[in-house]
């Protein structure tokens, strides 16, 4: 025989009807912080899962690049141009940038040896100003005598750019610069620049 199931308990009294009240309201509120605790876990992972697929692709690039790299360094091991151009090439794509230039240094002067996407007139600036001394007051300098990356992030804007670096700027369409040294065993050697515009 199955034994009958009671009703739950019903207050007999106001007072006790207002306690199992709060005490229902207690409930939903931690029942809403386990929910907003659990949404913002959900959260974390689903940036973290954006993070990691965003690393992921970043190395993927670089891997490819570095696999690019190489295989033109072994298909002209003499020759150290291929290896420049493609250097530039791929500077702009990882940069997602307007267009890159490769500056290396030789003795006390830096000379301008690679581009990939620069303007037809900017080229003609440039290839009027290098090869220049290392201690001239352009950004290339800067990046070899001190050895990091200096980021400029608005060449109209940043007191230490020198005017006619501005003009140069402004012919060449961008505003942002980035310069990353390349370094050998005695210092800089050279400098990848990246433009965005």
């Avoid at 100003?129 to 007051?137: G, M």
């Avoid at 804007?157 to 005695?186: C, H, K, M, N, S």
Wanted: include cysteine; charged fraction near 30%; aromatic fraction near 4%.
């Amino acid at each position: 025989m199955s034994k009958r199931r009671e009703p739950p308990a019903t207050p007999r009294t106001k007072a006790e009807a207002l306690a199992r009240v709060a005490q229902l309201e207690l409930q939903v509120e931690s029942l809403k912080r386990q929910l907003e605790s659990s949404a913002r876990r959900v959260d974390d992972a689903v940036r973290e899962g954006a993070g990691a697929r965003r690393e992921l692709t970043g190395a993927r690039e670089q891997q490819a690049v570095t696999a690019d790299i190489l295989r033109v360094m072994s298909a002209s091991p003499a020759d150290v141009q291929p290896v420049i151009d493609v250097i530039a090439r791929h500077a702009v794509r990882l940069c997602q940038g307007y267009f890159s230039a490769v500056f290396l240094v030789d003795g006390a002067l830096i000379h301008f040896r690679a581009t990939h996407n620069l303007p037809p007139e900017w080229l003609r600036a440039i290839q009027e100003v290098y090869p220049v001394e290392l201690r001239a007051r352009v950004r290339p300098a800067h990046v070899i005598r001190e050895r990091r990356v200096i980021h400029v992030i608005d060449m109209q804007e940043d007191p230490e750019v020198p005017e006619e670096e501005r003009e140069r700027a402004r012919l060449g369409g961008y505003r942002t610069w980035i310069g990353v040294p390349l370094l050998g065993p005695t210092g800089g050697v050279g400098v990848i620049g990246v433009a965005r515009q």
